[in-house]
């Protein structure tokens, strides 16, 4: 069984930085099915439904949600089967639990997220 950890959040002012990591780690076989899967960056605020921010591809093909276009930046380093989300000119809106999957099906166990507070 696949197990992400999610870790890189914190509390940041307007306009500030966060760089998150997502680590995977279980059986040889699942880390094989990550590195050969296309993986997100998801965020939820409380209440809400899910929602996708960025994708990577297994070949590096970059996918944003409009609203963080130009801001953020994922990347992915298989050979430590780690993804990043390189968060820059942060908003307060961007606040929200930060989760990790496989995109678009998140086959996996959901990780307990990193909560990235933005203050305006």
């Known amino acids: 069984q696949v197990q992400l950890v999610e870790s890189g959040g914190g509390l940041v002012q307007a306009g500030g930085s966060l760089k998150l990591s997502c680590a995977a780690s279980?059986?040889?076989?699942?880390?094989?099915?990550?590195?050969?899967?296309?993986m997100g960056w998801y965020r939820q605020a409380p209440g809400k439904q899910r929602e996708m921010v960025a994708t990577?591809?297994?070949?590096?093909?970059?996918n944003y949600r409009d609203s963080v276009k130009g801001r953020f930046t994922i990347s992915r380093d298989n050979a430590r089967n780690t993804v990043y989300l390189q968060m820059n000119s942060l908003k307060p809106e961007d606040t929200d639990v930060y989760y990790c999957?496989?995109?678009?099906?998140?086959?996996?166990?959901w990780g307990q997220g990193t909560q990235v507070t933005v203050s305006s």
């Open positions: 999957n496989s995109f678009p099906n998140a086959p996996f166990p």
């Open positions: 279980g059986r040889i076989f699942d880390i094989s099915r990550i590195k050969l899967s296309t």
């Open positions: 990577i591809s297994p070949g590096g093909s970059t």
